[in-house]
């Protein structure tokens, strides 16, 4: 285990759900990271906290919500979703040395299926 | 351009073999150059990381990185089936981690 846990592992949902991914570090790391993985896609760069405040949100759909409420735990809330938006959901915690982050440790994912 | 690039594979191999695995990057300002495993069904998992250009050998695994060509290899020696993985070399920029696509690799018994 990498000591990031995501819940759940797997989630079906309709496109008018609203439903919720969780992950919960207890490594120390200041920067936590939302990655969608999809089929024969390289792994993409949703969202971005340091220190509990969001940096980066890449060009995110808002049918996205992050949600970072302190350092060790990161929410990301899902509502009216699309069939595409299908895969594999990562969570990530990083240490943030000088400015710079360095190696990132990743949870299991959760694995979703929009019907 | 795309910051990093990796062939998708599927790439495989016999069993023993050296396995080499490469990714090329666009931009000079990468400090840390990493390689993540992916077995099925899991998150990606740390193998190795470096920050200088050279070789660093662990156990199997040798990373090289040259930072001239701006070229990052991934050597496997003596391939076993349990290999079997989907290998992706990532690099940091300011606060991100910028991934490759991931090479899928089959070591064939």
């Known amino acids: ?115 | 351009q795309k910051e990093v690039e990796q062939d998708p594979g599927p790439l495989s191999v016999p069993e023993g073999a050296i396995v080499s695995l490469n990714c090329t990057y666009s931009n000079s300002a990468f400090q840390y150059f990493m390689w993540y495993r992916q077995y099925s069904r899991k998150g990606p998992e740390l193998l190795m990381y470096t920050y200088s250009s050279g070789n660093k050998e662990d156990g199997r695994f040798t990373a090289q990185v040259d930072k001239s060509s701006k070229y990052i290899s991934l050597f496997i020696r003596d391939s076993q089936p349990s290999d079997s993985a989907t290998y992706l070399c990532a690099m940091n920029r300011d606060d991100k981690i910028i991934f490759g696509k991931g090479t899928r690799l089959h070591i064939l018994p």
């Open chain 1, 1 to 115: 285990e990498t000591g990031v846990t995501q819940t759940p592992r797997h989630l079906v949902m309709g496109m008018t759900n609203k439903k919720s991914l969780k992950c919960e570090q207890h490594l120390g790391h200041n920067a936590m990271y939302w990655y969608k993985q999809s089929a024969k896609k390289p792994l993409e760069l949703m969202f971005v906290y340091n220190f509990k405040e969001q940096t980066e949100n890449n060009s995110v759909p808002s049918r996205f919500s992050p949600e970072c409420p302190n350092s060790s735990h990161l929410f990301l809330h899902l509502h009216t979703l699309q069939p595409e938006d299908s895969a594999l959901y990562l969570c990530a915690s990083s240490p943030i040395m000088t400015g710079l982050t360095t190696e990132a440790f990743f949870g299991q994912g959760t694995r979703l299926t929009v019907v």
